[in-house]
């Protein structure tokens, strides 16, 4: 019994230190999913009703901390109400991570046979949508498809997309260095202020991108446009270049914008311009 009494004191030692750490990581992954929906913005608002309400007590406004008391289980429920979009968002998201699944990063010559295929098609008006899932699993998503699990390569691509095939209206899931699948549905966008002269495959890339943290490329059909959809936003009218730059910074790096030296810069009318095209 002299190892178990050990083992325990060991544990005893250790458990406030492991007791901080699984706190602090469990704070971060709920911080990382607010921050990217609008529960941010909720919770900023719960924040100065809770810093009204400590000066009320503070001062003994009785009147005021009435209102407040009042007000809360109004406000709970409209809370509920508003956004329940984004609530819907973050228990999707903590039903669907994998927090131990295998690196599915692509490789930098991956990203250069996309988006090689992608001046192809562009060149040709034909439209294409490709989707790089990162940690939020697709699975559902890529059931809707034709399953293929091939190598990534330009010529494959541009076979998918090129000509009307069954395949090419649906999305091309690329995961774990393969394409996994093709023809697969896309949830639509749920913004009500998109611009209606989007079509659907970028209301598709921009719903992918809201209901998850993947990365979705797209060719615009109508004026062969290079656009890169990401945490709801849409960046549009890229260059090649630019694409891959903003493909490897948004896959590789993790980021969820670009800042700094490698900031990427749109042409200031580049919004009408791109539009009128659509």
Request: net charge positive.
């Amino acid at each position: 019994m002299e190892w178990f009494q050990s083992l325990r004191g060991i544990y005893d030692f250790i458990r406030p230190v492991l007791d901080i750490a699984v706190l602090s990581f469990l704070i971060y992954a709920v911080y990382e999913l607010l921050i990217k929906t609008q529960a941010a913005q909720m919770l900023k608002g719960a924040g100065y009703l809770a810093l009204l309400y400590g000066v009320a007590i503070l001062l003994q406004l009785k009147t005021l901390l009435w209102i407040l008391q009042a007000l809360v289980p109004g406000f709970l429920v409209a809370v509920a109400i508003i956004f329940q979009p984004e609530l819907r968002k973050i228990i999707l998201r903590l039903g669907q991570s994998e927090l131990f699944r295998s690196n599915s990063k692509p490789l930098p010559g991956h990203l250069d046979a996309v988006v090689g295929a992608a001046e192809v098609l562009s060149r040709e008006r034909r439209g294409m949508l490709i989707v790089f899932p990162r940690r939020v699993n697709i699975q559902h998503v890529i059931d809707t498809g034709t399953r293929i699990n091939g190598d990534i390569s330009t010529s494959l691509l541009v076979a998918i997309f090129e000509f009307d095939g069954p395949l090419h209206d649906g999305a091309t899931i690329v995961q774990n260095g393969k394409i996994a699948a093709a023809g697969c549905f896309l949830p639509l966008s749920e913004q009500q202020d998109i611009k209606k002269s989007f079509g659907t495959r970028h209301r598709a890339s921009l719903g992918m991108s809201e209901q998850s943290d993947a990365v979705v490329l797209v060719v615009s059909e109508e004026t062969g446009a290079l656009s890169v959809a990401f945490d709801g936003k849409l960046y549009y009218d890229l260059s090649p270049a630019e694409a891959t730059r903003k493909l490897s910074d948004l896959i590789e790096q993790g980021k969820g914008q670009i800042s700094g030296k490698g900031a990427l810069s749109v042409k200031p009318d580049a919004v009408q311009q791109f539009a009128k095209k659509l």
